[in-house]
């Protein structure tokens, strides 16, 4: 996996390694928000550059923006020794890296996460894509960044929705790899005071995991706990105005359905589910979800990537700490879940 640059330092690194490769020309891709807010940070460590703005939210990371996307990068005359810096959060990384991964059969890119969700997760493992007729990153690429770059001052720009549905990829690793963690961390929440380690921590376990799995053949699926369900809640209230969710906001419904089926098939204790629970709860505000946004959202899981054929493949817990991955459940085992959740 490519160098993952973490501290106060991160942004002077960028500037040393735009400078030594010598790009034949560089690019800045941001939305409203980054350019406001994060640009004026980053731009006395750039060289001279072109920028390419497109507008923020999931709603927009879609073939349609890719085409405008590429249509500025022909407009500047990119060329395979150019580079994009993708500063923003995890839809700016992941349609940024796809947009450069497939342009002339693959240009250079660098993260620069400038969201929790980012830092801790969407910029590091070499996913790339983009949302396609309501469904969650269907087209995509695996390609690495050329480097990482985590600036985490950039985190006094967000809201406190933003630094939770972060939180959740956090919370997330814990779950599948870290029960001391957990343990400890639930007894502070969101009020760490050194997000840096944390940070760290997240990545780190991350880039284990990517890297004894770079193409999600096997052990790479333990990363995809709680979004099997998340993905689907997530879509789909996407597409209900005033209804939408952040990803991580979706990520941690998914998260309690998980665990949930979790006990229904003898890996966790209830005990442990409790834990979870209550943790989760404290943090997230409970998402009203009727009859028939349930059963709805159970087939939307048969579209989930990780399935085979008319199999979904969940990722469960098998105890808090360690995750098994390829789980079979069926559509009514996926309604039974968000029941126990809409219960909660």
């Given at each position: 996996m490519?160098?993952?640059?973490?501290?106060?330092?991160?942004?002077?690194?960028?500037?040393?390694n735009l400078r030594n490769r010598a790009f034949s020309k560089v690019?800045?891709?941001?939305?409203?928000?980054?350019?406001?807010?994060?640009?004026?940070?980053?731009?006395?460590?750039?060289?001279?550059?072109?920028?390419?703005r497109i507008q923020s939210g999931e709603e927009h990371k879609t073939l349609q923006t890719c085409e405008y996307i590429w249509q500025r990068m022909t407009e500047l005359n990119l060329d395979r020794w150019s580079v994009l810096v993708n500063l923003g959060g995890g839809v700016i990384g992941d349609m940024?890296?796809?947009?450069?991964?497939?342009?002339?059969?693959?240009?250079?890119?660098?993260?620069?996460?400038?969201?929790?969700?980012?830092?801790v997760d969407a910029s590091v493992g070499g996913k790339t894509g983009i949302d396609f007729h309501g469904l969650k990153n269907h087209i995509g690429v695996y390609q690495e960044p050329q480097a990482v770059f985590i600036y985490p001052p950039f985190l006094q720009t967000l809201s406190p929705r933003q630094?939770?549905?972060?939180?959740?990829?956090?919370?997330?690793?814990?779950?599948?790899?870290?029960?001391?963690?957990f343990q400890e961390q639930r007894h502070?929440?969101?009020?760490?005071?050194?997000?840096?380690?944390?940070?760290?921590?997240?990545?780190?376990i991350k880039s284990r995991v990517v890297e004894a799995d770079p193409l999600e053949g096997g052990y790479r699926k333990v990363l995809n706990f709680g979004h099997t369900v998340g993905h689907a809640v997530e879509s789909y209230l996407l597409e209900k105005p005033g209804r939408?969710?952040?990803?991580?906001?979706?990520?941690?419904?998914?998260?309690?359905?998980e665990a949930y089926l979790s006990v229904k098939k003898e890996l966790l204790t209830q005990q442990e589910l409790d834990r979870i629970e209550t943790f989760l709860i404290s943090i997230y505000e409970k998402v009203q979800l009727s009859d028939d946004d349930i059963k709805t959202?159970?087939?939307?899981?048969?579209?989930?990537?990780?399935?085979?054929?008319?199999?979904?493949?969940?990722?469960?817990?098998?105890?808090?700490?360690?995750?098994?991955?390829?789980q079979p459940v069926t559509?009514?085992?996926?309604?039974e879940s968000l029941r126990y959740y809409s219960l909660l």
């Open positions: 490519n160098t993952v640059h973490i501290g106060a330092d991160a942004l002077s690194q960028l500037a040393e690019a800045v891709l941001v939305d409203e928000n980054t350019l406001h807010h994060c640009y004026p940070l980053v731009k006395p460590y750039l060289p001279e550059h072109d920028l390419i940024g890296g796809f947009c450069a991964a497939v342009f002339k059969r693959g240009l250079y890119f660098v993260q620069v996460p400038t969201t929790l969700l980012a830092q630094i939770k549905s972060g939180y959740a990829e956090i919370i997330k690793h814990w779950l599948i790899a870290d029960a001391g963690a502070v929440g969101l009020f760490t005071e050194d997000w840096e380690e944390l940070i760290r921590h997240s990545v780190s939408e969710l952040l990803h991580g906001e979706a990520i941690a419904i998914g998260m309690l359905c959202l159970a087939f939307l899981t048969l579209q989930d990537k990780k399935n085979t054929r008319t199999t979904i493949n969940c990722t469960l817990l098998n105890g808090i700490g360690s995750a098994v991955y390829d559509v009514q085992e996926i309604q």
